[in-house]
């Protein structure tokens, strides 16, 4: 099944055409293919499968109800890293006992919810989180499970502002003070040891980072494990995809021409952590995110004037760097490609929005085919970090999500209206 592709010079997304969707719920809008979420589970899936396993899949990503409930039909499991992502996978049907809980910045509140609806585990990050956990547990009477994210200090090589394994980076506890730590852990009466955590980053190409902090971590984990007897070991997210030619042409299944592309597929990231992560005999968890849904997403816009400068063309479409940040934020290029194929030779052209920023830009001096007034564009490989990262800025309403699996058409978010936008608000 082919996730984005043209069917008689129109894009499609499975078996919907996109034109369709523009007219149907206005633009700018978001769709997301299921058959690609799922194919992409279960493709890691079946790579994992030498390990006993845990998908646990980030909702950070991508944190619809319809991407979550969708997710926990497949039986993965969740990474959250807020009481509300906790709260959003209880509504789509997940289970907390097969959610772990991260983030460096846990109030008492959410530890309170997570421990009264049953978190899996903590992931802690820093001895006075321990020391927190271990008081609100305490008060409810419950005893918490636990796991120490532990920071390798492995370069992943990837964009600075998304890099988090290094030893100057705020997450984790530094693998030299953490056996240190555990026994801390162990000594406190309303804890329970449960596993080991780590993440070095995210948008990672090169399975390099992933052996070596596998490798790093795995003589670490085998020891805490004689002394505490752990369940787990949670070896975090971060496989990368591939954002250029992500509309890549030619033979084959989408996630053929998709392996044949990237630098970094389900098997070459299961063959760098496998012979240092199998001999552990513990069960692995892994928290990807972008990786499922990254390339199942497409942003759809609307041209709705071209600009000529002495310098530029300007194309401005009416979506903008409040719907999708990330070339603002991580310099990050997303491919993008009109809804009607064309044989028009490319030209070079600034895609913006209509944000007073000079920073609400899409593509920056970019050969994309000559688009008019009233032209629609997909920016693709916008599932992942693309919703979940927008804003109301320049008071627009928050953008529609519509997820497509086969000819069904499922809206998984309506567009906020006007008094969406002012909700709760009142004039003094
Ligand atoms: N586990 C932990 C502890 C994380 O911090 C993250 C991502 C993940 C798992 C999932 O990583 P993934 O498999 O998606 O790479 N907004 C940025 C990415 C921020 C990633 C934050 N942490 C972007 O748009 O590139």
Redesign the pocket.
Known sequence: MHSFSYVDGSLHCEDVDLEKIAAEFGTPAYVYSAGTIRGNYQRLDAALAPLDHLICY?V??NSNLAVLSLLARLGSGF?I?SGGELFRVLKAGGQAGRCTF??VGKTREEIAYALREGVFSF?VESESELERINSVAGELRLRAPIAI?VNPDVDPKT?K??S?GKSQNK?GIGIDRAAAVYEKAASLPHLKIRGV?T?I????LDPGPFAEASQKLAALVAELHAKFGLEFFDF?????IVYDQALRSGTGTWWEREENASRITPAAYAKAILPALRPLGLKILF??????V?NAGALLATVQYVKQTPAKTFTIVDAGMNDLI?PA??E?WHEIVPLRETPAAPVPMDLVGPVCESGDFFAQDRPLPPLAQGDRIAVLSSG??GFV?SSNYNSRPLLPEILIDGKKIHLARKRQSLEDLIAGESPA
């Open positions: 980030a950070k990503a990474d890293v991260a983030g992931n994210r964009h502002f998304i988090t997450f955590q993440h980053g995210s948008q990672i975090g997210g971060g496989i990368g928290e990807p995110g972008r990786f499922l990254g990330r934020l991580y990050g992942a970090y990262m």
